[in-house]
């Protein structure tokens, strides 16, 4: 019997497209679970599948326009063949494919994915037709007035997005995000500052990835900036917990809280513990950090950073809740320190996690604005008198930040003390905001 024969880069890519479409899941644990199941895939085929997908999805709508206006029947193509040829079309247009090489790749795939029938000759033609007439067809999508239609198209940005931002920001400051937004982000680590100084991170990462291009970031001491650096999960300054990739916005939460050595502190959503382990070391390994979070999977994946970043410590105290905070066993004690990093639209993320794009739709803000609502009440049951509460959501819609912060406060007998916002076109990061609160005398 005949072993089945593994997949492509290219085929491999289109599938993980249809799987993060019919499952509408973050495209990291996605591709994730594809490659995985690709054990034999190259290295240098595993970083073409990432390519594909993560550029395919930020230029989706783009690429459909493209496609569409090739095409004699556009409505026709649809499911395997529409994917099979956005993918296609980034190569040729995003990645400066040869014709020929995009066109026979995305006939192979065709074929390798049994779409039925004859495909070579329809695909051959769009994507000659689509090469023809690229450059033009670029300079169509930015003309005319309509802003909205503009940022959609160019941009791949939903319509409903794209005209929240053109009312709120304006247009100049609403282009700039949709197109930094379309770029690949950087790596952003996080150096723990207390075993290792930035400096002597910076030296020692390149030497162990020589190819990469690592800068520090001004006005953010401690954080380092990776640019072709690949997989930064891996070597022996992350197995040593001295870096952690964090993203630039995620690490202010932690910063902002400035919790204190000795303190009482709650982590609220602690996720997989990166910004526990970021508390710890601010508080330098002294007092005790209590981690909330329901997340099976997360909170195994505890485990693995408290280990690595060296938090076990005779000093340092940690308790580990699987629940969510309304069902969090009293504490001894009332906290010094909260931090509730709160679930979110996450549309402040869509570099990293392009899916967000397809995904998430405008009712989605007040949804999620009752959950958190209900966070933040919780987490305030629990604060002490002179504590401090920090609320930090990766999104820079008004509803999941300053908004909810404010309608808020009051009635919960906090005030603002201080606020933190990092934007991509400001920072060349993902889109954060973070408030300070404290409770009134």
Excluded at 102 to 127: P, Y
Excluded at 198 to 212: R, S
Excluded at 302 to 325: F, K, N, V
């Amino acid at each position: 019997m005949s072993r089945r024969r593994a997949p492509s880069a290219r085929a491999l890519a289109v599938l993980t497209l249809r799987d993060i479409d019919r499952r509408d899941g973050f495209s990291n644990r996605i591709l994730s679970d594809r490659l995985e199941r690709s054990p034999t895939l190259s290295l240098r085929d595993r970083g073409l599948v990432t390519t594909l997908v993560y550029g395919t999805l930020r230029h989706r709508a783009r690429l459909d326009w493209h496609i569409d206006a090739a095409a004699r029947h556009p409505k026709k193509i649809k499911g395997t063949l529409r994917e099979t040829l956005r993918v296609a079309a980034f190569e040729l247009i995003e990645l400066e494919r040869p014709l020929r090489v995009a066109a026979s790749e995305a006939c192979n795939t065709a074929a390798s994915l049994q779409q039925g029938g004859n495909l070579r000759g329809l695909i051959t033609a769009l994507l000659a037709e689509i090469e023809r007439s690229a450059a033009e067809r670029e300079l169509d999508l930015s003309a005319g007035d309509d802003l909205v239609a503009n940022i959609h198209a160019r941009w791949s940005i939903p319509r409903w997005l794209a005209t929240r931002w053109s009312d709120e920001l304006g247009p100049q400051v609403a282009l700039e995000r949709a197109r930094v937004l379309s770029q690949p982000p950087s790596i952003d680590l996080r150096v723990d500052t207390h075993r290792i100084s930035p400096e002597d991170a910076f030296i020692a990462l390149q030497a162990e990835i020589p190819d990469a291009r690592i800068e520090a970031v001004d006005g953010f001491p401690g954080t380092l900036r990776v640019r072709g650096g690949g997989d930064l999960f891996f070597g022996p300054l992350h197995e040593e917990g001295l870096i952690s990739v964090q993203g630039l916005g995620s690490q202010q939460a932690a910063k902002l809280l400035a919790p204190r050595p000795g303190q009482h502190v709650l982590d609220a959503c602690a996720g997989h513990g990166g910004k526990t382990s970021q508390i710890a070391e601010i508080m330098e390994r002294r007092g005790e950090i209590t981690m909330v979070e329901p997340n099976e999977q997360r909170m195994e994946a505890q485990s693995g950073t408290i280990a690595r970043c060296r938090l076990r410590d005779d000093s340092l105290s940690i308790i580990r809740h699987h629940c969510t905070l309304a069902d969090m066993p009293p504490p001894t004690r009332p906290f010094d320190a909260i931090l509730v990093d709160a679930p979110c639209t996450g549309l402040g993320d869509l570099a990293r996690h392009p899916e967000l794009r397809w995904s998430r739709r405008a009712a989605d803000l007040p949804r999620n604005v009752e959950l958190q609502r209900s966070l933040l009440r919780a987490a305030t049951e629990h604060l002490a008198r002179h504590g401090a509460l920090v609320w930090s959501v990766c999104s820079l819609e008004p509803e999941e930040g300053i908004g909810i912060v404010r309608d808020e406060a009051d009635a919960l007998g906090l005030f603002v003390e201080d606020t933190t916002t990092l934007t991509p076109e400001g920072h060349g990061c993902d889109g954060f905001f973070a408030a300070r609160l404290r409770r009134r005398e």
